[in-house]
C-alpha cells in the first residue's frame, strides 16, 4: 500500500523520470531489499551455476582464465622494506624457500595458491584460507601453511544470536561492536559424497586464523557474488541457442532413403527401434535405407537458416557477456580478427586499470599483507629469523611492497623508448620502473653489477658497441661531394632544409634559386646535393634571425655560389657572415645517409 501511495504521489509530482510507474515502467519493480538478504536467498544458485557454467562453457572458462591470468599471472611477490641490506637478502631467501611449503594441500606454492584465490573470486565471489600453525618437528622452512576453503565451506543460512550477546550472520560472527569474532564452518564439503564425514556438522573457527578474500560491490556487504552473476542467464541461453544451431546444421547434413510399398516389403528386413512404449522410433543416420510401412509418409520440419545473422548475433551477445564480466571481448571469444593495433591497446589499458585496482585492493590487501606479517611473526618466533629488537619495532620490519607481475605490450619496443625516455627526463625513477614490471630494483642492480664483473672477469663483452668519436673529414667539399650524385624530390629537400615547398617554388619561379636542373614549366621537378647544400646555408641564415630574400642575395641564386668552397662569407649591406659551407655539407649528408638506412 505504501509503495503504491508513492509511487502516485510521484506520478503526480513529476521529476524523476526512472522513478515514474508509467507504462513503460509499470512492470520495473526492484527489489528493495540489502545485498545481504539477496545473497542469502540466491548466493548458493548463483554460485552453483557459476561453476557449472566454467565445466561446461568455453566462453565462461576462458573469462576466468583470463582475468586469473592477468590479475595474478606468476604471482604478486614481496620486496621487504627493511634497510639492513643482508638482513632483507636472508628475508627474502627464507621467503622464498618457504612459498614452496605454503600450500596445507601440497599441491602448489604461494604463487599458486594467488592464483586459485583470484579464480575463486571471479567465479564464486570469495574464498577463505586458513592460517594453519604446524609443529617444529614437521619439518618446514617456518612452520606456517594456508589451507583453501571454498565459499560452500561457510554456510549462508547460519545466522542466529549467540549467548553472550554475540550474533552469527551468514556464517560470520560478530562480536557487540561489529568486529569479525570467528567464523562457522562446515567440517566437510555439503556437495562432496566422498567424504566421510558428517553432514552438518560446523566447527568455530577464530577469525584471526581466516583470511576472507571479497569483492564487496555495496556497503554492509558480508559475503560475495560471483562475477558472472549478470552473465550467467546470457551464457546459459547462448550455449543452448549454439547447440541448437549445431543440431540443425547435424540434421541438415544427413542424407538417407525411405522406402516405401503397398504391403509389408520383406526383402529389407530393417525393424524399427521400440521406445518401450509402443512408439515406433526410427533413428536416422547418414547413408541409412529405412522402410516404411504401408501408408506412411515422412514429414520433417524446415526451419529458416539463420544466413548471415548467426555471426552478428553471436557478436553482440558476447559483447554484452564481455561487458558483464568486465573481460575483453577478444580474452572472452579469442576472437582477434576484429582487432587492430588502436582499439586492442584501448581495451587493453582499460582492462588493466580494472586489474591493477582489483590486485591492491582485494589481493593485496585482505591476502598477501596478511600472510606476510602472520609469516614474520611465525619465523621470528620460531627461531627461523632472528631480528633483535623486532617486538619493539615490528612495523618497520614487517614493511614490504608488492610486485604484481609485468604486463607485456602490444608494442615493447615503443613501450621501452618512451619509458627510457621518461626516466631520462626525471618524470619516474629506474625504481618505479622496474617495480610496475615485477622486479626489485636493489636485487636487479645487484645482478648487473654481478653479471658485469663476471664478464670482466672472463673476457666477454655484450651489449651494443660503443659509438666512436666523430671525426670531422677536412678534405675539400669538392671532394666530398659526388658531383654523379642521385637526385632527389622537392619534399626531400624541404624536409631536410626546413623551407617549405610553397616557399621552394615561390623562390624558383620568382627566378631566387636556379635548380642545377632545368625546370618544366617553371616548377623544378628533381634537386641535386648541391642543391640541397646551397638550400641548406640559406635555411641556416634564416634560423639567425635574416629574412629569405636577403639571405637568398647574400648566397646567391645557384648552387655555384656554394658549390666546391669550404668557406663562404656572405656580404649584405653592413652585414657579412662567415658560414662553414664544410660543415652544412657533412650535415645535410648524414642526414640523406640516414634517410636512406
Known sequence: MLGSFRRRLGALIGGFEAAQGSRRLKGFQPSRAHVNTLIAAAGS????????????????????????????????????????????????????????????????????????????????????????PRRPEDGLTVPLQLQMLPSEMLPLTRTEILPGGNVIRQGIEFDRIGRRAAYWFLRRHPGDLTDPGLAGETVRVPAAEIIHIIDPVESGQLRGVSRLAPAVVKLFLLDQYDDAELERKKIAAMYAMF?????????????????????????????????????????????????????????RTLLQISAATGVPYAYLSNDMLKANYSNSRMALLEFRRRVEAWQHSVMV???????????????????????????????????????????????????????????DAG??????????????????????????????????????????APTHDTS???????????????????????????????????????????????????FTLRDMVHLAVVSDLRSIGIDLRRAVNMVGSSADGTAGRDIVTCRSGEIEITVDVARIADRVRDRMAGERS
Request: charge should be negative.
Open 476 to 526: 675539400p667539399i669538392s671532394k666530398r661531394m659526388d658531383m654523379s650524385e642521385r637526385v632527389f624530390s622537392i619534399d626531400t629537400v624541404s624536409e631536410v632544409t626546413g623551407i617549405s615547398r610553397a616557399n621552394l617554388h615561390q623562390m624558383i619561379c620568382r627566378r631566387h634559386f636556379v635548380p642545377i636542373h632545368s625546370t618544366r614549366n617553371g616548377v623544378a621537378r628533381d
Open 45 to 132: 544458485d548463483i554460485t552453483a551455476r557459476a561453476r557449472y557454467l566454467v565445466r561446461n562453457n568455453g566462453y565462461a572458462l576462458n573469462a576466468a582464465e583470463s582475468w586469473t591470468g592477468n590479475a595474478v599471472g606468476t604471482g604478486i611477490k614481496p620486496s621487504s622494506l627493511i634497510a639492513d641490506k643482508d638482513l632483507k637478502t636472508r628475508v627474502q631467501q627464507l621467503w622464498l624457500a618457504w612459498t614452496d611449503e605454503s600450500d596445507a594441500e601440497g599441491l602448489t606454492d604461494f604463487y599458486g595458491q594467488q592464483r586459485r584465490a583470484a579464480r575463486e573470486v571471479f567465479i564464486a565471489g570469495e574464498v577463505f584460507f586458513r592460517l594453519r
Open 259 to 315: 522406402v516405401t510399398s503397398p504391403a509389408p516389403a520383406d526383402v529389407i528386413d530393417l525393424v524399427p527401434a521400440d521406445d518401450g512404449s509402443g512408439d515406433r522410433i526410427v533413428e536416422v543416420q547418414p547413408g541409412q535405407v529405412v522402410p516404411l510401412e504401408p501408408g506412411e509418409q515422412i514429414q520433417t520440419s524446415a526451419p529458416a537458416d539463420v544466413g548471415g545473422s548467426y555471426e552478428p548475433f553471436e557478436y
Open 365 to 423: 590487501h585482505q591476502m598477501c599483507r596478511v600472510v606476510w606479517q602472520r609469516w614474520m611473526d611465525v619465523a621470528v618466533l620460531s627461531g627461523a629469523l632472528e631480528i633483535p629488537g623486532y617486538e619493539r619495532n615490528r612495523a618497520a620490519f614487517i614493511a614490504c611492497s608488492w610486485l604484481p607481475p609485468k604486463w607485456d605490450w602490444v608494442d615493447p619496443l615503443k613501450d621501452a623508448k618512451a619509458e627510457i625516455e621518461q626516466i
Open 427 to 468: 618524470l619516474k625513477s629506474r625504481t618505479q620502473a622496474l617495480a610496475e614490471r615485477g622486479f626489485d630494483a636493489e636485487q636487479v642492480d645487484a645482478e648487473i653489477a654481478a653479471d658485469k664483473a663476471r664478464e670482466q672477469r672472463l673476457g666477454l663483452s655484450f651489449g651494443a658497441t660503443p659509438p666512436a
